[in-house]
């Protein structure tokens, strides 16, 4: 059976894109894992997918989007949930569904399968307690399946994180590359050389003075921007009326007394 190497499934984060950091490109954290370990890379990740799209979507792709569909990965990169968890609807049992279902499918066409956890300080406003929900479905899903766990619960800062507090930097997208290789370390794989390694970049003063600046400006804007559209969405939502509460009709078909 032919094998094509690391496959990636996700959102935006791992689909990449985005701007230069001293120089360097920004690519996925799992092309990066993938040069490292030198193997062929497969990319499924979309811009804005939920753990319902890697079900419905990115995993049926595998079979009319490839020139190969019976192909086996060595490695199979599943980093989904941020999406998730800073929707309105946010259901923890839907996600862990479909979780399972991707890790399921993915246990018959990889060796070996890497899930990621979400950073706590992710977006702005903060998404909540919904961060720590998915995080814990992503760690149980992992131990029925046997999928190894790359924990970013940690991961905040400029120098990895964009002002939006939710897109990895050039450098955050290889320090995650990093992270997942000493997971995939460990667990045995060979990595023929580090990401950091593969890039070269030298800072100075003024470019950071000038980087500083143009982060608080962006960052103060996103923050009110999300604010705003959090709220808006909120208004937007339909008030449900109490348990028992008569509606409109209901009230105006009633007799009035006196």
């Known amino acids: 059976m032919p094998s094509l190497g690391v496959l990636a499934l996700g959102d935006s984060i791992t689909n990449g894109g985005g701007e230069l950091q001293w120089g360097v490109a920004l690519q996925s954290w799992a092309l990066w894992t993938a040069r490292a370990l030198g193997l062929p890379y497969s990319p499924f990740a979309t811009d804005g997918a939920t753990a319902r799209d890697?079900?419905?979507?990115?995993?049926?792709?595998?079979?009319?989007?490839?020139?190969?569909?019976?192909?086996?990965?060595?490695?199979?990169?599943?980093?989904?949930?941020?999406?998730?968890?800073?929707?309105?609807?946010?259901?923890?049992?839907?996600?862990?569904?479909?979780?399972?279902?991707?890790?399921?499918?993915?246990?018959?066409?990889?060796?070996?399968?890497?899930?990621?956890?979400?950073?706590?300080?992710?977006?702005?406003?903060?998404?909540?307690?919904?961060?720590?929900?998915?995080?814990?479905?992503?760690?149980?899903?992992?131990?029925?399946?046997?999928v190894l766990v790359l924990d970013l619960r940690g991961m905040r800062g400029r120098r990895v994180l964009m002002a939006d507090h939710v897109h990895p930097?050039?450098?955050?997208?290889?320090?995650?590359?990093?992270?997942?290789?000493d997971v995939l370390a460990a667990d045995g794989m060979e990595v023929l050389e580090r990401p950091w390694e593969l890039v070269r970049y030298e800072t100075t003063r003024v470019g950071r003075l000038r980087g500083d600046a143009t982060y608080a400006y962006r960052s103060a804007k996103q923050s009110i921007r999300a604010a705003g559209d959090h709220l808006g969405a909120r208004l937007r939502q339909p008030r449900r009326r109490p348990f028992g509460t008569p509606g409109l009709s209901e009230r105006a078909r009633r007799p009035r007394r006196g």
């Open 54 to 146: 890697v079900v419905g979507v990115q995993l049926p792709a595998l079979g009319w989007r490839s020139a190969r569909p019976e192909a086996h990965y060595e490695l199979a990169c599943v980093y989904i949930g941020a999406n998730d968890v800073r929707a309105l609807d946010w259901a923890a049992d839907a996600f862990e569904r479909d979780l399972d279902a991707t890790h399921g499918a993915l246990a018959a066409r990889a060796q070996r399968r890497l899930a990621v956890t979400i950073p706590l300080d992710l977006g702005r406003p903060r998404a909540g307690p919904e961060i720590e929900e998915a995080n814990a479905a992503i760690e149980r899903v992992a131990a029925r399946h046997g």
């Open 169 to 181: 930097t050039a450098f955050g997208q290889l320090a995650i590359a990093e992270r997942a290789l």
